[in-house]
């Protein structure tokens, strides 16, 4: 295992950045193509549904007709690794297939911990931080990708994801400074509506800030699950939790904001949807260390604090190695809005691997 996070540069239409994910990594393409007919296999009981199918069928008129740069980018994935286009959308799909199961077939590996935190006054930026708790088979397929589009008008993205999956697949930053990340809430409240990867790299894509990414998401339908945490280069920082039929829930945060895997909205906690798996029951415990740490904090915590902090493993720590039934931590991120760049981990941020990316790649240590 190399020291960094291994980076590709996209450039042009969604079609071709997404076929560019093969070509620039045909070594890797067995195992992607691994990843999605085994996380299919494993969602084969709940796609015998025909309700199932039938949500999935809308999901990808609607991704079609609402999000055609999505659609195209994961066309351009399904092409450049040689799966149909339907399975590969079936496999993003998958943690809202497995919650609309009754009763889910297994235990969710999915998790993370997230939070965003104001550097100091209005337009000194934010830091927004996530330890990506994930399928360890996608350790090996984590890249750094830097995106950039014509169609864009000089926007670009910066975006740590796997390979197979579309833009923003677990968090990202665009040029005028705004960050997305996002973290798994199993919950029974879906439906037709945005999936949060796609709405996660159209936020990017569209927005410039909190502001207005708030905006965007209030503005659209929603297929349920999961919370985004955001933040600016004028410092504004919110948290998001998602439900289809429930509003979306947000909190313009004062100071900072966090987020691990329950629901913390009132309206959205009558479905929440805890499966009894490691990841649910320290989702409390974790959020609760985090909300501490910041708390207990007189100004916002540096890099190296942040390092620390999302490095923690006592109790419901946050830094999670990998164990039977349990997810592990495959990276953080601390996103400096201020600054444009990314610090990321090459595996668990005890491990102390770190490496720096702006806009135009790698940065020196």
């Not at 934010?126 to 994930?134: E, G, I, Q, S």
Request: aromatic content about 6%; proline content about 6%; charged content about 20%.
């Amino acid at each position: 295992m190399t020291d960094s996070v291994p980076w590709m540069r996209l450039q042009g239409s969604a079609l071709a950045r997404g076929q560019q994910q093969a070509a620039r990594q045909p070594g890797l393409a067995p195992q992607v193509r691994q990843a999605v007919n085994d996380r299919l296999a494993s969602l084969a009981p709940a796609l015998a549904r025909p309700a199932t199918q039938a949500w999935l069928r809308a999901q990808s008129e609607l991704l079609q007709n609402q999000d055609p740069q999505g659609f195209d980018e994961s066309a351009g994935i399904a092409e450049g690794f040689d799966i149909a286009h339907d399975a590969l959308l079936t496999y993003l799909h998958g943690n809202v297939v497995v919650d609309m199961a009754a009763p889910p077939p297994q235990p969710e590996a999915d998790g993370c911990t997230a939070w965003a935190q104001a550097l100091g006054q209005p337009g000194e930026g934010a830091r927004v931080v996530k330890n990506r708790d994930y399928r360890g088979e996608h350790g090996r397929l984590q890249h750094v990708f830097l995106h950039h589009d014509p169609a864009w008008g000089g926007r670009r993205l910066l975006c740590l994801g796997s390979l197979g999956s579309p833009g923003a697949f677990s968090s990202g930053m665009n040029s005028d400074g705004l960050v997305v990340v996002d973290t798994q809430i199993s919950t029974r409240d879906h439906g037709r509506g945005w999936l949060r990867y796609f709405l996660m790299t159209a936020l990017l894509r569209e927005c410039a800030d909190v502001p207005a990414a708030l905006a965007f998401i209030e503005s659209v339908s929603h297929a349920g699950g999961g919370s985004l945490v955001l933040g600016d280069h004028q410092g504004r920082i919110a948290s998001v939790e998602l439900g289809h039929r429930q509003r979306p829930a947000i909190v313009r945060g004062q100071g900072w904001v966090a987020h691990t895997n329950h629901c913390l909205d009132a309206a959205h906690v009558p479905g929440y949807l805890s499966n009894g798996d490691d990841l649910a029951e320290s989702s409390t415990g974790r959020l609760a260390l985090i909300e501490g740490a910041l708390a207990a904090q007189p100004g916002a915590l540096s890099t190296e604090q942040a390092q620390a902090l999302m490095s923690r493993h006592e109790a419901s720590g946050v830094c999670r190695h990998p164990e039977p039934g349990r997810a592990g931590t495959l990276s953080c991120v601390i996103y400096n809005t201020q600054r444009r760049e990314l610090t990321v981990s090459h595996g668990p941020p005890c491990e102390g691997r770190w490496s720096r990316f702006g806009l135009d790649g790698p940065l020196r240590a």
